[in-house]
């Protein structure tokens, strides 16, 4: 059963200055313009089409300087014209038309005030049904928001200071409970501080690279490598890949049933920058792309294949500089002045649960999802990876090995090999190989080390 509508009279009350009529004429005209003037003087949607309903009221009236016909009064010796329209809002006012809705409501200005947020910014969350207001006049389309409303927006507006992208506020702002809403915040901030960091480091060395003068002639740096990949005790195929060349560096851990195929496509797809002369700029970018074709060479190794995939771990040398690229949970370590550095970030659900404070390190070490990646290069749609460059000094070891050596040796006892070992990257492979097999090897182990030397020192 259809509800009978329910409509109020709207009372847009305009002062006006009438003039004298000219001699021998009603002013019926003169008022009419006036009227029409002022309208268009108050600017607002709704007023400028009452001068088109003009023609329904007796404008007659106001050509005299005294009212008789009701709706109009003199008042110091102006005239107030009451105009009934049909609506939901009542309008009242001074000589620029303000709005004002029911007691409660609030202008889209006034809102934007409160909150904080520009007018333009409510009408653009509106738009993507995140903040939408609540109501909306359906004559001119002005906004009108809920006392209620402000705390919603205050929280929209400092996510957006925080950076926080429209698409995760809306997703946010969806959730139940206050509880669930802090665990995204603290997971988006912890991702922030990851990209930060990350920025903060290139920015360093683009401080230090081009502030700092010469002194002296600089090395003449190369490598020195080794790789070796082992199938370990338990598993009865290998799926990882390890090379290393003159230039390139890369270990790679394939899963799933094609994930022996998958891993080698994909340091197979590497291999090419070997043998180019690696320019001084946009390395970075040329290894960013590298890596966008292994992903398609991973694709179509996997074969529409479910659940294939690969990580990715490479370092590519430019003569004074490596470059990394990672997606996944294989890693890449420093030993540099005796200190062992890990410098890459694990793509894995622990992980992301150890910066979101949900675990401690200690716990992640045992957790029984520490294997399940949120990045990898897969059959479908690859995550983007992590790229970073960083200066080589002589005496730096580097080291890229899979979870079959990260996950069974603490990273005590690895520092304790590569030291054991520091002029030998072979020796230094085959003991770490050695020592995760010794600890049951569970898994297929993977090692690449790299040493950085200093030509002439060496010559000499």
Request: hydrophobic residues 40%.
């Amino acid at each position: 059963m259809r509800r009978p509508q329910c409509e109020q009279v709207i009372v847009l009350r305009l002062p006006l200055e009438p003039r004298v009529p000219r001699h021998g004429g009603s002013g019926a005209a003169e008022v009419r313009q006036h009227l029409e003037q002022t309208l268009f003087d108050v600017g607002h949607p709704m007023f400028l089409k009452v001068a088109g309903h003009l023609a329904q009221l007796s404008v007659d009236c106001l050509a005299a300087q005294t009212a008789t016909g009701p709706g109009v009064r003199p008042r110091n010796r102006r005239l107030s014209l009451d105009l009934p329209l049909r609506g939901s809002h009542s309008i009242g006012g001074g000589t620029r038309g303000e709005c004002s809705m029911e007691q409660g409501m609030l202008t889209i200005g006034a809102f934007a005030r409160a909150c904080r947020l520009s007018p333009k910014a409510l009408r653009l969350y509106d738009e993507l049904g995140l903040l939408r207001p609540a109501r909306v006049n359906p004559y001119n389309g002005y906004r009108y928001y809920g006392a209620g409303q402000l705390e919603q927006a205050r929280l929209v507006a400092w996510l957006r200071r925080l950076g926080m992208p429209l698409a995760e506020i809306r997703r946010l702002c969806a959730l139940d409970e206050p509880s669930s809403a802090a665990r995204e915040i603290r997971a988006y901030w912890a991702r922030v501080e990851r990209e930060t960091a990350a920025r903060r480091d290139l920015a360093a060395f683009l401080i230090d690279h081009l502030s700092t003068e010469p002194t002296e002639e600089p090395p003449m740096l190369e490598l020195r490598y080794f790789a070796h990949s082992d199938t370990g005790r338990v598993r009865p195929a290998n799926q990882d890949t390890a090379y290393a060349g003159t230039r390139l560096l890369a270990v790679a851990d394939g899963f799933g049933p094609a994930g022996a195929p998958a891993s080698s496509a994909a340091v197979e797809a590497l291999r090419f920058l070997d043998a180019e002369e690696i320019p001084a700029d946009g390395v970075l970018n040329l290894l960013e792309d590298a890596v966008q074709g292994a992903a398609e060479a991973v694709r179509d190794a996997a074969g529409g294949t479910d659940g294939a995939g690969t990580t990715l771990t490479a370092l590519l040398w430019t003569g004074s500089r490596l470059a990394l690229v990672h997606i996944g949970d294989s890693r890449a370590y420093l030993l540099r002045d005796g200190g062992l550095f890990r410098i890459t970030h694990d793509h894995t659900m622990v992980q992301s649960m150890v910066d979101e404070g949900r675990l401690t390190p200690e716990e992640a070490v045992s957790h029984p999802q520490r294997a399940l990646l949120l990045k990898a290069l897969t059959g479908a749609a690859s995550a983007a990876p992590d790229l970073r460059l960083h200066d080589a000094l002589p005496g730096d070891r580097y080291l890229l090995c899979s979870d079959g050596l990260s996950a069974v040796l603490p990273e005590d006892r690895v520092r304790q090999l590569l030291t054991d070992t520091p002029a030998a990257p072979d020796t230094a492979v085959r003991r770490l190989v050695d020592a995760a097999n010794d600890a049951g090897g569970p898994d297929n182990v993977s090692c690449v080390v790299a040493d950085v030397v200093d030509v002439g020192e060496a010559a000499a």
